[in-house]
């Protein structure tokens, strides 16, 4: 079982590039997460979705879009990366009832 | 709003000495509580979870946790800890009716030496 998938696992970015992170889930999870984690701040929600079709903004989306149309996918778009945007991201999913999450294996993101 | 508060950013311990890492959380009604743990240059894998019961939790590679309702504390403790038990702990708490969402602490680095 795969669990949680992301690609890419590394990547540099230039100021001002633009990519989008890829988050695949195969245990028909609902809910699905993306999370940055930060030296002394723990993990803070960017985006999340609570089903096909829907996403919402958490604690940190400015810079980020996120898109969800297949139920498996949940795709983390930064549209023009700055170096603020330096991060180690991670990927969720849950079914909802509360359970905790599967996580990712993480994308480490340098933007310089 | 939703805090957890991990009072400890780094807990150094001696091999086969027991150690507590402390979590406190935001008063609600109803939560739900977690422990995770983050071994270097890996993601995060679930140690225990409070739901509802019990207010003594087990987890895994003997790890336990006690939920106190009323010091709104879920403390992680292990008896005798190993050098493989070296790595980042994160304490997490779901509200109710947030769609599940965690929200996590600034995690506690274990360093365990001989």
């Known amino acids: 079982n795969a669990g949680v998938t992301q690609t890419p696992k590394f990547r540099v970015l230039k100021t001002g590039q633009s990519m989008t992170l890829l988050c695949a889930q195969d245990?028909?999870?609902?809910?699905m997460y993306w999370y940055r984690q930060d030296p002394g701040m723990g993990l803070r929600l960017i985006h999340y979705s609570v089903g096909e079709g829907t996403t919402a903004k958490g604690e940190v989306p400015d810079g980020y879009n996120v898109s969800r149309l297949k139920k498996q996918n949940f795709l983390l778009g930064l549209e023009s990366a700055a170096p603020s945007q330096t991060s180690v991201y991670f990927c969720?999913?849950?079914?909802?009832?509360?359970?905790?999450?599967?996580f990712g294996s993480g994308t480490r993101l340098t933007v310089v | 709003a939703q805090s957890v508060t991990q009072l400890d950013s780094q807990v150094p311990v001696f091999e086969e000495a027991p150690v507590e890492l402390r979590c406190n959380y935001s008063?609600?009604?109803?939560?739900?509580l977690f422990w995770y743990v983050q071994y270097p240059n890996q993601g995060l894998q679930l140690l225990l979870k409070?739901?509802?019961?019990?207010?003594l939790v087990k987890g895994i590679n003997g790890f336990e946790a006690e939920f106190n309702k009323s010091q709104t504390s879920f403390h992680l403790r292990k008896p005798s800890v190993h050098i493989s038990d070296t790595a980042e702990y994160f304490c997490a708490v779901s509200y109710t009716g947030t769609a599940s969402k965690l929200t996590f602490g600034t995690g506690t680095r274990l360093q365990v030496t001989l």
């Open positions: 969720a999913s849950s079914d909802g009832t509360g359970g905790g999450y599967t």
């Open positions: 245990m028909n999870h609902e809910y």
């Open positions: 409070y739901l509802s019961g019990s207010t």
């Open positions: 008063s609600s009604v109803s939560v739900y």
